[in-house]
């Protein structure tokens, strides 16, 4: 499923070794993996099967993570198995965590799944860090990996708690990056890098369109859901451009909770929205290649798969002011495209201006944002993680093992459904979830 996803791309040169380079030839990476004895990898993530962006990148590290020489395995923390067809054929294990489990029921579980997770030697992948500071002396992990891939309320008080868990972090974005250095100040630069995450665009090219004189084909892709997305701000804006008299229309991508609310609010405000549901291959881009513009209201977010890949297919993007990825992108293609934080006229105005400009106006953008999504193509995503994961394992540790890695919390006891209605602040989460 493309639907909502999570990402960023590019290199950052400051302190990168030889061994985190991207290599740019699919036949060169292919001899290197052969040359290479497999390195065993356990991603740890708290859902496989939904249709996040991180699950979707976790259902790619498991079909093709053996491509770049990596053995990799899954540590599923709130699903249970099987996991077929989703695996892929490789070893997944479900802890089957409920919201009324807590951190000790993790425990308790991991100790009884181990040594299914991979064994002793194994490099293990926190995505979100999510479970890290539960599991980190339980792990056995030769090597510790975060991966962050959106930069949430909580991050910073939870880079600043995991200081001596790790060895080295991924990110998303270049915001997360100067993050993770600023929090994380035992970690030399080398071991916090940019990972690039990946677009697979079809080979054909997107149809040109003559747009002039129609209305502006407006989409949304990701997670149907008030938490996060806040897509309960669609209407307001769909309202604002009737207001104005923009001739306008909207599509709708992906699944969620809140979609039979958002369907009728969208009805009650007259909006002409088109609710695709999900979709995958051919017909989810043949109906991203018809948006002329991508629209996110979200609180945050890191980079999302989804607005890379409709930038590849000259989708132009409209992105909330919030410190990550998207926002960085968006303003790559044109400064006016960013508006402030949740300030839905805000949005509607620079949809009103982009409809201004014309077909010959948005064209430009649409060449820019092409541009800008062009070094997501490939697979410079499953190469960089190889090759970071291989450069730790050849750097000295420096996370913590066994005892010494345990740093307990009172959190640990509250119920997971609990501690998530906490504020990020809370002393009960904070520096835990």
């Keep these: 499923m493309k639907d909502a996803r999570k990402v960023k791309a590019g290199s950052t040169r400051r302190g990168r070794s030889a061994a985190a380079k991207t290599l740019d030839s699919p036949a060169r990476c292919q001899t290197l993996s052969s040359r290479m004895p497999p390195l065993s990898v356990v991603h740890a993530c708290t859902h496989l099967r939904p249709l996040g962006g991180v699950q979707t990148l976790l259902r790619r590290h498991l ?9 990799t395995s899954s540590m599923i923390w709130f699903e249970r198995e099987p996991f077929e067809p989703l695996s892929a054929g490789r070893p997944v294990t479900g802890l089957g965590l409920r919201w009324f489990d807590s951190g000790w029921t993790l425990r308790r579980r991991l100790r009884r799944q181990y040594p299914a997770t991979g064994g002793e030697g194994a490099v293990w992948a926190y995505h979100d860090l999510w479970g890290l500071p539960t599991a980190a002396d339980l792990d056995r992990a030769s090597r510790r990996v975060g991966v962050i891939h959106s930069q949430w309320e909580a991050t910073d008080a939870l880079l600043t708690a995991i200081q001596g868990q790790v060895d080295g972090m991924l990110c998303i974005s270049a915001a997360t990056v100067a993050l993770s250095r600023a929090r994380l100040p035992g970690l030399s630069p080398d ?17 040109e369109q003559d747009r002039e004189n129609a209305e502006l084909v407006i989409g949304y892709c990701g997670r149907i859901q008030r938490h996060q997305k806040r897509v309960e701000r669609l209407p307001f804006i769909a309202s604002a451009l009737r207001t104005a008299g923009m001739s306008h229309r909207w599509e709708l991508l992906g699944a969620g909770p809140d979609q039979p609310a958002l369907e009728n609010a969208m009805a009650s405000v007259g909006a002409k929205a088109r609710f695709h549901g999900v979709q995958t291959g051919d017909a989810y881009w043949n109906i991203v290649s018809g948006w002329d513009v991508i629209v996110f209201t979200s609180d945050f977010e890191g980079l999302p798969i989804a607005m890379l890949e409709a930038m590849i297919r000259g989708v132009i993007p409209v992105f909330p002011d919030v410190d990550c990825g998207g926002r960085d992108y968006a303003r790559r293609v044109a400064p006016e495209l960013v508006y402030p934080a949740a300030d839905l006229p805000g949005a509607a105005r620079v949809l009103t201006w982009l409809q201004g400009l014309g077909a ?26 190889s090759e970071f994961s291989r450069h730790l394992r050849e750097l000295p540790r420096l996370s913590s093992t066994g005892k010494a890695a345990r740093k307990a919390h ?10 998530g209605r906490l504020p990020p602040g809370h002393p009960l989460r904070r520096g835990y979830l």
């Design 410 to 419: 009172p959190g640990e006891w509250l119920p997971y459904g609990l501690i």
């Design 191 to 207: 071991r916090i890098l940019l990972l690039p995450l990946p677009v697979d665009p079809p080979a054909s090219p997107p149809r």
């Design 360 to 385: 010959s106006g948005r064209r430009m953008l649409q060449e820019r944002a092409r541009d800008a999504a062009a070094p997501h193509g490939g697979d410079a995503y499953g190469r960089t993680f």
């Design 63 to 71: 079909r093709r993570d053996a491509g770049v020489g990596l053995d």
